[in-house]
């Protein structure tokens, strides 16, 4: 299924200027490793080096899903890594997951599956590298601590855990992960797209589940006119 493609070729746009300053590529299995704590554990002000979206600076995320083969376990920079920065800057995260047919099936099982994979980031906890998450304002700001640093935290650490934890389920064949922060990327154009991605997903449970079959009264209709192939979709279940 492609229902995210055209949104991801979109946010692959927004980073096209950036290319060429890019860091990266396929993650190392025999790659040192980073600390996956048990849970989320607070970073106090007086630990931490910045925050990720400090200061009221954009911080965003966004997730796809698509059947490519192409996508391996790879992370990617664009802007400083976590030793080159200094202070609070703008950040985004951008997670692609291939998927095999299984996450397809149809109905509400395709919802819940890729539900139960975007909620896969609420179970990385990184050891220095507090995230505070909130859907609600599609933010995702980042508390970065010093010992963390003075260690060796690098994106391609934090972002090899978040691969880890999303190969726990059997349906993610791949995970590319972009991390961002750049500070003349255009983040809240970034925010706009990784919300239609949002209401892509949310779009499949009110398909499946019948809720609305009048488009001009659809809150969702924003989505389907801009996502190719989602009315035909809603379309061929009623």
């Given at each position: 299924m492609?229902?995210y493609?055209?949104?991801?070729a979109?946010?692959?746009k927004?980073?096209?200027?950036?290319?060429e300053r890019?860091?990266g590529?396929?993650?190392?299995?025999?790659?040192?490793?980073?600390e996956?704590e048990?849970?989320?554990?607070?970073?106090?002000?007086?630990?931490?080096?910045?925050?990720?979206?400090?200061g009221?600076?954009?911080a965003?995320?966004?997730?796809?899903?698509?059947?490519?083969?192409g996508?391996?376990?790879?992370?990617?920079?664009?802007?400083?890594?976590?030793?080159?920065?200094r202070?609070?800057?703008a950040?985004a995260?951008?997670t692609?997951?291939?998927?095999?047919?299984?996450?397809?099936?149809?109905?509400?099982?395709?919802?819940?599956?890729?539900r139960?994979l975007e909620?896969?980031r609420?179970?990385?906890?990184?050891?220095g590298?507090?995230m505070?998450?909130?859907?609600?304002?599609?933010?995702?700001?980042?508390?970065?601590?010093?010992?963390?640093?003075r260690?060796?935290?690098?994106f391609?650490?934090?972002?090899s855990?978040?691969?880890?934890q999303?190969?726990?389920?059997?349906?993610?064949l791949?995970?590319?992960?972009?991390?961002v922060?750049e500070p003349?990327?255009p983040?809240?154009?970034f925010?706009?797209?990784?919300?239609?991605?949002?209401?892509v997903t949310?779009?499949?449970?009110?398909?499946?589940?019948?809720?609305?079959?009048?488009?001009?009264?659809c809150?969702?209709?924003p989505?389907?006119d801009?996502?190719?192939g989602?009315?035909?979709?809603?379309?061929?279940?009623?």
């Open positions: 492609n229902l493609d055209n949104l991801t979109q946010a692959e927004l980073l096209a200027p950036f290319a890019r860091k590529g396929r993650l190392d299995a025999d790659s040192p490793g980073w996956q048990a849970e989320q554990r607070i970073l106090f002000q007086k630990d931490t080096a910045y925050e990720l979206g400090g009221g600076r954009p965003y995320s966004g997730a796809a899903f698509t059947s490519d083969a996508i391996g376990d790879e992370v990617w920079v664009y802007g400083p890594d976590l030793p080159q920065i202070e609070d800057c950040y995260r951008l692609l997951l291939c998927v095999d047919d299984s996450a397809w099936a149809g109905g509400q099982q395709t919802y819940r599956t890729l139960r909620y896969t609420y179970h990385v906890c990184p050891r590298f507090m505070r998450i909130s859907a609600a304002q599609n933010r995702e700001v980042v508390r970065v601590g010093r010992e963390a640093l260690e060796g935290l690098t391609a650490r934090v972002g855990l978040f691969a880890a999303y190969h726990r389920h059997p349906e993610v791949g995970v590319r992960i972009l991390f922060t003349d990327f983040y809240e154009e925010a706009r797209i990784s919300r239609l991605m949002d209401g949310e779009s499949l449970n009110e398909i499946y589940n019948h809720l609305v079959m009048d488009c001009s009264s809150r969702l209709k989505v389907c801009e996502v190719e989602l009315r035909s979709l809603h379309f061929s279940q009623q």
